[in-house]
């Protein structure tokens, strides 16, 4: 039997294998270019790309490709072979520097937001050697990023990276003015926890709306759901314990540290979490996470959906974004150690995050806007639509000392004794966690809650990134005039907990008196994507992100115009699958078991026998199918018509104000009518089936 630390990573041209391949100095120089995030001399890149064939071919791959992350929220990749041909009619296996460094995809296909036409085709992709190359499908993968020809960013990695150099320039002035002189560099980190449902291929085959859409359009809840709380960290069924061991292995080839995986609230869902690595790494094994999650599900039967919102009244899928900040020396900004009081790293961090949350609550709502994920915030089953952040309640009263100058006693951890003596002592967290928050503090990281689970985690990142190396630039210029630093940090965090408190909330997000009392405090609740994006465009955030060079205003422009387009393609493909499935589906399974309930109540007629129930019945069918078809019809009328919109907002509002309405509306009438029909003559497989059949 293979042992996990035997194969990890044997697929990922990592630094034991750049150290055992590469000449040393070619080593040391790209290590420390890894390390130190400097650019890299490509006078060494012939020197890196010949090992890296070599190694590849070596393994058994015949292409490469450079793999990246463009705007439709998957990755993309070209492959092309190592082979050149020779005089004589032979070939040579080659890969040379330049392929290593640059590619040239056809940027016109991808979205732009109108950044290139159509007719401008050319882009390029370019190495990051920050990430490892691997190797998937007999081909070496090449981790890049994506532009334009004129520059623009048209990927996801190409502004992450931007956020991270930037928020690492003003945490390291930071750093340097509180004494840390040994650190050169700083690192965001990321531990992203991937939540998925499974169904059985069969049943998926024959469901339309989850072939097309990701998610049911349709479906009545069968008698049990989730509410006797019996599935979450249950025994993982036979099937899905063999589907888990397979993904690890493939995974940990890659390199990616899947850590923990179990059953989640909801039947057929479950989550993997790995151990939390560097922000654009992260990001990277998050997407080939993703990607071989649905590879694996299909060698065992069954296919994994990613969509936020899979079932109607059941709960979601998130990815929990656990976001967190070191030093290349190994400290955590966010650690608060033995005596938090006086860790004025801590107390520093944890004010800039709650002023930069704060501050730009609509940034967060907008990182998280899609069509899919509108389904799931705001439900009691994930965070609401308002940003909050939980800190509880003992380092809330630490903040609360700081600013009003008291002394703080720092909590000793309650050792906790349960009543059997068998069971060993242990300590107690100083804080609890809150689950209906969605920006918490969990120890030694915060944890981003509404981030939708078919998302990339770049977008989120980028925000968080950004908008925190803008108040830790503020502080940086404060901390390098100030003639007492302690004094200085004291008043930085008097005037964050009196000017930005309204954001921190350690209750229950869920309830109805946290949205009241959250408006009082005048937070934002953009409840869905046409409500939050258009904010992205404002002057404020446009400066924002051209002070830090992480996007500059025709990126911006442009990702709005791509985010509305997909979300008014996504619920215009929702919809006409509806109508498809009504039309050819629903209405006439209802119109033949009106017929079997019409010839019932005729033969019970004949014989003077009582036909009330049939009646009954037939009456409330015919009901369910008149509406059935009137809605049809105005929905396609309501498609028509918001296709010819030719402004985007415009067509994204009439997508969800009408279109959903009408959606919703239909999907009524479906359930009850499916209520009544039996199961064998129902044209799609139940919610029953779907949930509870692997």
């Not at 691997?134 to 520059?151: Q, R, V």
């Amino acid at each position: 039997m293979e042992k996990v630390y035997e194969f990890f990573g044997t697929n990922v041209f990592n630094d034991s294998v750049m150290k055992e391949r590469l000449p040393a100095d070619t080593y040391e120089i790209l290590k420390s270019s890894i390390k130190e995030g400097k650019g890299l001399d490509s006078g060494i890149a012939d020197t890196v790309a010949s090992a890296m064939k070599d190694w590849a071919i070596e393994k058994g791959a015949t292409h490469f490709t450079h793999w990246f992350q463009p705007l439709t929220g998957i990755t993309a990749e070209k492959h092309d072979g190592f082979i050149s041909p020779t005089e004589d009619g032979h070939i040579i296996m080659e890969f040379s520097g330049k392929e290593l460094i640059k590619g040239e995809p056809d940027a016109s296909s991808f979205p732009s937001g109108g950044l290139r036409a159509t007719f401008e085709a050319r882009g390029y992709t370019a190495w990051d050697p920050s990430s490892y190359a691997f190797i998937k499908d007999e081909t070496l993968c090449i981790p890049t990023a994506f532009c334009s020809y004129s520059g623009e960013a048209l990927d996801q990695k190409t502004p992450l990276l931007r956020s991270m150099e930037a928020v690492n320039k003003q945490a390291l002035r930071i750093v340097k003015a509180l004494g840390f002189d040994d650190v050169k560099r700083t690192t965001t980190t990321v531990g992203p926890e991937q939540e998925y449902f499974l169904v059985d291929k069969t049943l998926y085959d024959k469901r339309p709306d989850l072939i097309y859409c990701g998610r049911t359009l349709i479906g009545s809840m069968p008698p049990k759901g989730q509410e006797m709380d019996d599935h979450y960290f249950g025994v993982l069924k036979p099937r899905v314990a063999a589907f888990m061991r397979e993904l690890d292995k493939e995974l940990w080839r890659l390199g990616v540290l899947a850590k923990t995986e179990h059953n989640e609230a909801a039947p057929s869902q479950h989550e993997l979490a790995p151990i939390f690595t560097t922000t654009n790494i992260a990001a990277d094994h998050n997407q080939l996470t993703m990607e071989f999650m649905k590879k694996t599900a299909l060698r065992h039967g069954l296919v994994c959906l990613l969509h936020e919102k899979p079932y109607d009244r059941v709960n979601g899928s998130g990815k929990h974004n656990n976001w967190s900040i070191s030093t290349d020396t190994g400290v955590n900004f966010l650690k608060a150690g033995k005596n938090p009081a006086d860790n004025k790293l801590f107390i520093l961090t944890m004010a800039a995050v709650i002023e930069a949350v704060d501050k730009h609550q609509d940034l967060l709502r907008i990182a998280v806007a899609t069509a899919g994920n509108d389904h799931r915030l705001g439900g009691h089953e994930a965070p609401p639509a308002i940003i909050s952040i939980f800190l509880g309640e003992e380092l809330t009263d630490l903040l609360n000392s700081v600013a009003n100058g008291n002394h703080h006693d720092n909590a000793k951890r309650v050792k906790m004794k349960i009543a059997a003596e068998i069971i060993p002592e242990f300590k107690k967290d100083n804080a609890d966690r809150n689950r209906t928050s969605p920006f918490a503090f969990t120890g030694n990281k915060f944890e981003f809650r509404m981030l939708g689970s078919a998302s990339s985690i770049s977008d989120t990142n980028v925000m968080i990134n950004t908008m925190v190396a803008d108040v830790f630039q503020h502080y940086a210029d404060r901390l390098e005039k100030a003639e007492d630093i302690s004094a200085e940090i004291n008043l930085i965090v008097k005037e964050v907990m009196e000017n930005h408190k309204r954001i921190i909330f350690n209750g229950d997000g869920y309830s109805a008196e946290w949205e009241a009392e959250a408006e009082k405090r005048g937070l934002l609740n953009l409840r869905s994507t046409v409500d939050a994006l258009p904010l992205l465009k404002t002057e404020e955030n446009i400066a924002l992100f051209e002070r830090h060079g992480v996007l500059n205003r025709a990126e911006i422009n442009s990702r709005v115009d791509i985010i509305l387009e997909n979300y008014t393609k996504v619920i215009h493909i929702e919809a006409l699958t509806l109508l498809d499935m009504i039309n050819r589906g629903v209405i006439p399974a209802i119109t033949r078991y009106s017929n079997i309930l019409c010839e019932t109540i005729n033969n019970k007629n004949s014989i003077r026998v009582d036909s009330s129930v049939e009646s009954e019945l037939l009456s409330r069918l015919t009901a369910a199918n008149k509406e059935l078809f009137s809605l049809s019809s105005a929905l396609k009328m309501a498609v028509a018509s918001s296709e010819r919109e030719k402004d985007i907002l415009k067509k994204a509002t009439e997508y969800h104000d009408t279109i959903l309405k009408l959606m919703a509306d239909i999907r009524k009438y479906s359930d009850s009518a499916e209520s009544v029909v039996p199961e064998s003559d129902w044209p799609y497989p139940s919610y029953g089936d779907l949930l509870f059949k692997i």
